[in-house]
């Protein structure tokens, strides 16, 4: 791991708006971009296409393994396969928390992600950047909302695209993600002890923004 990359970690729980956050303060800065929780969607939506058991963990590891995987234009391409809408889907996001909760997988995904910080630097986004992929990162942001306002945000999401979804089962399925990602043995989810932290529960995302880049501003640049 090269400690001289800057890093900027952006930690939090689903729907708390850290990808949208990432990739724009990513752009903002001309940085790379890590989107962690897609490589564990990623193994998730492969096991489905596969027919495999999501709670055997030999198996998960050696898929992860085995994987090539690929973000050019902002695209997923996984073994010649486009995956950018299939991994993005509640059931795979539900799949892909059991899956990020096998120490296995999460070792085989590990030095994946470290290898995604080249220069000028990185923007890693996920559930733990900070505590665990990039505890050396410069600046770490734990980024937070109100598992009713996450709830009514993926809402609206999924509605703008003309899906048909029910918001009190969108909450309880956050609210069970929310569990499973603090509770979990290896690498759960936490604010670093060093983390700028957010709550975005009444914030804009140009107001989040602002915020990251005059704290990134005066910790990185």
């Given at each position: 791991?090269?400690?001289?990359?800057p890093?900027?970690?952006i930690?939090?729980p689903?729907?708390?708006g850290?990808?949208?956050?990432?990739?724009?303060?990513?752009?903002?800065l001309?940085?790379?971009?890590?989107?962690?929780?897609?490589?564990?969607?990623i193994?998730?939506?492969?096991a489905?296409?596969?027919?495999?058991?999501?709670?055997?963990?030999?198996?998960?590891?050696?898929l992860?393994?085995?994987?090539?995987?690929?973000?050019?234009?902002?695209?997923?391409?996984?073994?010649d396969?486009?995956?950018?809408?299939?991994?993005?889907t509640?059931d795979?996001?539900v799949?892909?928390?059991?899956?990020?909760a096998?120490?296995?997988?999460?070792?085989?995904?590990?030095?994946?992600?470290?290898?995604?910080?080249q220069?000028?630097?990185?923007v890693?986004?996920?559930?733990?950047?900070?505590?665990?992929?990039?505890?050396?990162?410069?600046?770490?942001?734990?980024?937070?909302?109100?598992?009713?306002?996450?709830?009514?945000?993926?809402?609206?999401?999924?509605?703008?695209?003309?899906?048909?979804?029910?918001?009190r089962?969108?909450l309880?399925?956050?609210?069970?993600?929310?569990?499973?990602?603090?509770?979990?043995?290896t690498?759960?989810?936490?604010a670093?002890?060093?983390?700028l932290?957010?709550?975005?529960?009444?914030?804009?995302?140009?107001?989040?923004?602002?915020?990251?880049?005059?704290?990134?501003?005066?910790?990185?640049?």
């Amino acid at each position: 791991m090269n400690k001289s990359i800057p890093v900027l970690a952006i930690d939090g729980p689903s729907g708390s708006g850290k990808g949208t956050l990432a990739a724009r303060i990513a752009a903002e800065l001309g940085w790379h971009l890590l989107d962690s929780g897609a490589l564990y969607r990623i193994v998730a939506a492969m096991a489905v296409r596969r027919g495999l058991d999501v709670e055997q963990e030999q198996t998960m590891c050696e898929l992860a393994q085995s994987l090539d995987i690929a973000f050019p234009d902002g695209r997923v391409r996984v073994d010649d396969l486009d995956l950018t809408d299939e991994i993005r889907t509640e059931d795979i996001g539900v799949m892909a928390s059991r899956v990020a909760a096998l120490p296995a997988v999460r070792a085989a995904i590990l030095e994946l992600q470290r290898n995604f910080a080249q220069a000028p630097g990185l923007v890693a986004d996920g559930r733990d950047m900070g505590t665990v992929v990039f505890p050396h990162a410069g600046l770490k942001i734990f980024l937070d909302a109100s598992a009713e306002a996450r709830a009514e945000r993926r809402y609206n999401q999924l509605k703008n695209k003309g899906l048909s979804v029910s918001l009190r089962d969108l909450l309880e399925q956050i609210e069970e993600r929310d569990a499973r990602d603090r509770e979990r043995a290896t690498a759960p989810l936490k604010a670093a002890s060093d983390a700028l932290l957010i709550d975005s529960t009444q914030m804009t995302i140009e107001e989040v923004c602002t915020t990251v880049m005059q704290a990134a501003t005066q910790r990185l640049l």
